[in-house]
């Protein structure tokens, strides 16, 4: 497509409905779309470290546009906001904050568990759970069994998030964030639903390798809200968090 307009595969077919769009490549591909804009801007040497998705409305299997703009200018913090658009309409907005890379590791801390590597688990097929071709292209290794509402899991895939484009390794990492709603169900999604109407992901430092580690929470709430709550995870061990507000109702209402 051209520079701001994407068409998607079957490999980013929805769970919740295969004619939809799963929402984890589309992520991905606005964080790609604001590396696009830093880089058309000058890109100042400023990092990624929070990004927040609002999801307006019905993620249709169709070509999409997206928009950028500089909200916020600066040398050491900037905020950029992204809109997509499928047939003309708004259906996620986004705003991101990059503020200043600098060498801080004369005090970096915090917790540092490492999970148990990729390559020393053994893939789930989580397509016998959910539907979709996103879900279908997945690598997912569990660290242990998967619980309800519990799991903690590496996810990876071997497509490219642009077909023969480069796009940023937090750009591919960030593309899989979204997979978390789906790995720690609590209730069987043939008899409930708990869509996420947003994602929000807090940065401590930018994520390497091909591997996004969900160390993941599912809470329902007695009056139709969830939360699902994630320690990300690469290869050196945590990067940040992410967290997903969910719409809890049966199956059909």
């Known amino acids: 497509m051209d520079e701001h307009r994407y068409k998607p595969t079957t490999h980013a077919g929805g769970a919740w409905s295969t004619d939809e769009q799963h929402f984890s490549p589309l992520g991905g591909l606005v964080v790609h779309a604001l590396d696009r804009h830093r880089a058309a801007a ?71 568990d490492r999970l148990t590597p990729p390559e020393a688990l053994a893939p789930w097929r989580m397509s016998g759970l959910w539907p979709g071709g996103y879900i279908a292209s997945l690598d997912v290794r569990p660290v242990s069994p998967p619980r309800p509402g519990r799991t903690t899991a590496w996810v990876s895939t071997p497509l490219d998030l642009v077909a023969g484009t480069r796009v940023s390794p937090l750009a591919s990492y960030l593309a899989l964030v979204d997979t978390a709603n789906g790995i720690a169900v609590r209730q069987p999604p043939t008899e409930w639903m708990f869509p996420n109407v947003d994602l929000t992901v807090h940065l401590h430092r930018p994520p390497r390798g091909d591997w996004t580690g969900l160390d993941t929470t599912v809470t329902f709430g007695p009056s139709g809200q969830g939360l699902t709550s994630t320690v990300l995870h690469d290869v050196d061990g945590p990067v940040g968090h992410a967290q997903q507000i969910l719409t809890v109702r049966p199956l059909g209402t």
């Open 42 to 112: 000058g890109d100042g040497g400023l990092v990624l470290s929070r990004i927040s998705y609002d999801i307006l409305g019905r993620l249709a299997l169709d070509e999409c546009e997206i928009e950028v703009e500089t909200v916020r200018p600066g040398r050491t913090i900037e905020l950029l906001e992204a809109v997509v658009r499928i047939a003309g309409r708004p259906v996620v907005r986004a705003r991101a904050w990059f503020l200043a890379r600098l060498d801080t590791s004369a005090v970096a801390g915090g917790p540092d």
